[in-house]
């Protein structure tokens, strides 16, 4: 998150090098935005790293 906002000059330091990604990229039209009581990050848990989140899991 550093990082990200170094980046972005919202705050002041050194970001260091971009690195290269550790898997293939998808676009954001597999982004949802949801309500939720409180703050914090939905994580959908799967069995192997990588697979794909279908529509009602």
């Not at 000059?9 to 898997?23: F, H, K, S, W």
């Amino acid at each position: 998150m550093l990082r990200f906002l170094q980046r972005r000059g919202a705050i002041t330091g050194d970001p260091g090098a971009v690195l290269e990604p550790r898997c293939e990229l998808t676009p954001l039209d597999g982004v949802d935005a949801l309500t939720t009581p409180a703050a914090g990050v939905l994580v959908y848990r799967k069995q192997q790293l990588g697979d794909a989140v279908a529509t009602g899991e």
